[in-house]
């Protein structure tokens, strides 16, 4: 058995510092393991006792009759430390510390977490700084929350991860009151050893688990999350996870555009994206979501039938779907005529969604009737059944009714219960019918319900330690940059690199035609707040236009520039930003938006952590404001989208092959041109280790 295995279910669990008084805090876990049930020994340790709760108490760890599985420890700092000590030389598998005062506290309390973790050896620990964790599948409760003293814990197959012992505390009372159950629930603390992935990844193969909910504040190891993630997707047991810090405060000052706009929460939502975990928009969508999903039931499309007996509530509820971007389309002739034989209507009269049987009244045949009309239609993925007021005297006939009509059917069927009616609530999820309070939990459960399939995971990236060699760390200036680019088959545009404005006039007579003139320089990484970028020049402009860039950089105290770059002028293309950005939890990011100077503004993104593959270039185009310019816009001929999704895949294998010495690159812009003519680089940074 694996020490995580040992730590949710041991069999035999010593509690370092019990109290005899069960009204303390560390007189609780003693009374929860008798409480619910566990079956295995338990062994207090508290040298002042000789018994607690007619238990046997040992005065020291070396006194317990064996090495147990799993232990608390209830002491402060200043002692657990000798403990963990203890239960590592008895031969425990994994310790819970609870006391806080560590790592979240300040620089003395980071060092006495180290030394608590370098005390437990091989030895696993939970925490410090942790609540513990509650196994309702086994009736195991190795914690002090006092959310433990809630009258009925239903089990269920629901499992739930949480950086913070408050939150799991919350959604274990919230969900009792909800009538919905748990399997297991693990508090992680500040994750000394043992963090949020480890027991992420145990709980994927959990046989009681379905749903996996995460309460998340950082991630320690991507990696390991990354890999829980995609074996939960091949099982499909959904991860939800809320995730907090979601303001841009976590977007940094940056070198270049990607940087500010690839924000620290916008990585996770992309790292979410590309994994299929589920991100829970917010507190109330943590317990909504996987508590529908536990179901085992999934939508195949976006279209959602929605039966009511209240009309205000039925309408409050589609309005609800529309801004979720869920569809609640009429229903199809044959179903339209099926519910006016049953309703008695004129068809004309019912053949819209919401369907409202307020008029026909709460009869059971009738309730019955319109929900398996609903459920058998091929214009519909789920039901939604409004519950109104009028079902508040005969709740059984409403349960009994959904029942009977989702034991027929594979559809999801979910209840909105309009009044103001926790017990209702409860009484239809205690029998399996996910159920909820408002529209906007409706709505969000219905989109999280839809089935989307998870692309193959891309190979990752060799780096190639030749690539950068021989320069210099910093900004490089556009040439260098662009010239790596253009080795991974990104197109660049056709340019020359001058020394002076003798030589930048020479080079603009070569390329003929209109001209763009650049500042090259890589400590001046955007060059057009210095006035050093001129677009349309004539060769003969090209002189005067260097004696005016040179003298405007001396004005503004700039340093002297290494040169000029003369490049060909593009017409007629969509400007987009492409870039790379190394994030410091999650790692390298690709971007891709709407480019040019008013980047920031419009802040029209799509990210994706490497590698990827084709299927995530090709989904970035389309969650972009952009795309619909891409496609071709009142009349534009549509652009090389194409070649926009090859230069993306080329730009991110040259990221991959950079390695770590890469901090950041961006192209900016790149137009893609008219379909059929590819796209061009225009501008580039790269920035070094």
Not at 325 to 333: C, K, L, Q, R, S
Not at 450 to 462: D, F, K, Y
Not at 507 to 518: F, N, P, S
């Amino acid at each position: 058995m694996s020490a995580v295995a040992a730590l949710l279910r041991p069999r035999s669990v010593a509690i370092i510092g019990a109290s005899a008084d069960a009204s303390k805090m560390t007189g609780r876990p003693v009374g929860y393991l008798q409480k619910y049930g566990f079956t295995g020994e338990i062994w207090p340790v508290n040298p002042r006792a000789e018994a607690i709760a007619d238990l046997r108490c040992y005065p020291d760890v070396a006194s317990l009759p064996g090495a147990p599985d799993a232990a608390i420890v209830l002491l402060g700092p200043d002692r657990a430390e000798a403990a963990v000590r203890d239960l590592a030389a008895r031969g425990c598998q994994a310790a819970i510390v609870l006391a806080s005062g560590y790592g979240e506290a300040n620089e003395d309390g980071a060092r006495r977490q180290q030394a608590l973790k370098e005390a437990a050896g091989s030895m696993r620990l939970l925490g410090p700084n942790t609540i513990g964790l509650v196994n309702l599948t086994d009736r195991m409760m190795l914690s002090a929350t006092g959310a433990l003293e809630v009258g009925e814990l239903p089990a269920g197959r629901i499992s739930v991860v949480s950086q913070s012992g408050g939150i799991l505390g919350s959604l274990l009372s919230r969900a009792a009151d909800r009538g919905i159950g748990f399997a297991k629930l693990v508090s992680t603390g500040n994750e000394a050893d043992l963090d949020s992935s480890d027991l992420i990844e145990h709980l994927v193969e959990d046989e009681a688990t379905d749903v996996i909910a995460v309460y998340m504040e950082g991630l320690r190891r991507p990696e390991v999350f990354k890999r829980a993630a995609r074996r939960a997707a091949e099982l499909g047991k959904p991860i939800v996870v809320y995730k907090v810090g979601r303001s841009d405060s976590g977007a940094r000052a940056a070198t270049s555009h990607t940087g500010a706009l690839a924000g620290a929460d916008r990585v996770y939502d992309a790292l979410f994206r590309q994994h299929g975990v589920i991100r829970a928009e917010t507190f109330t969508d943590l317990l909504d979501i996987p508590a529908a999903l536990a179901s085992g039931r999934r939508m195949e499309g976006e279209r959602v039938a929605i039966l009511t007996s209240t009309g205000g509530a039925g309408t409050l509820l589609a309005d609800n779907c529309g801004l979720a971007g869920i569809e609640v389309p009429a229903p199809d002739m044959d179903t339209t005529q099926a519910l006016a034989t049953l309703l008695n209507e004129d068809p004309a009269a019912i053949g819209r969604n919401p369907v409202d049987v307020t008029l026909a009244g709460l009869r059971p045949d009738l309730f019955r009737g319109a929900i398996t009309a609903l459920l058998e239609s091929p214009a519909y993925d789920a039901v939604v059944v409004v519950i109104g007021s009028s079902a508040l005297a005969t709740p059984d006939i409403v349960a009994g009714a959904i029942l009977e009509c989702q034991a027929r059917s594979t559809k999801p069927i979910l209840a909105y219960v309009s009044p103001h009616a926790p017990h209702l609530v409860r009484l239809l999820n205690g029998k399996g019918i996910p159920a909820f309070a408002t529209p906007e939990s409706c709505a969000s459960v219905l989109r999280a319900l839809h089935r989307r399939t998870l692309p193959p995971a891309p190979a990752p990236a060799v780096a190639d330690g030749a690539l950068l060699a021989g320069l210099p760390a910093g900004n490089l200036n556009e040439a260098e940059s662009k010239a790596i680019f253009a080795r991974f088959g990104v197109p660049v545009t056709r340019e020359h690199v001058a020394i002076d404005a003798v030589e930048a006039e020479t080079a603009a007579r070569a390329l003929g035609g209109e001209v763009v003139l650049k500042i090259l320089s890589r400590a001046i990484a955007h060059k057009s707040d210095l006035g050093g970028v001129k677009v349309g020049l004539t060769a003969e402009q090209v002189p005067g236009a260097c004696a005016t860039m040179l003298e405007r950089l001396r004005a503004a105290g700039a340093p002297a520039p290494e040169g000029f770059l003369v490049q060909e002028r593009i017409r007629g293309g969509v400007e987009m930003i492409l870039g790379f950005h190394r994030d410091p939890q999650l790692g390298p990011v690709i971007l891709l938006g709407s480019g040019g100077v008013a980047a920031e503004v419009f802040q029209d993104t799509a990210l994706r952590l490497l590698p990827i593959g084709r299927a995530d270039a090709e989904a970035m185009v389309e969650e972009l404001k952009a795309a619909t310019l891409l496609r071709g816009y009142r009349g534009a001929a549509p652009a090389d989208i194409p070649a926009l999704v090859d230069a993306v895949m080329a730009f991110a294998a040259m990221a991959g092959a950079a390695g770590e010495r890469l901090l950041e690159a961006e192209i900016n812009p790149l137009f893609v041109l008219p379909e059929g003519q590819g796209v061009r680089a225009v501008d580039g940074l790269a920035v070094l280790q």
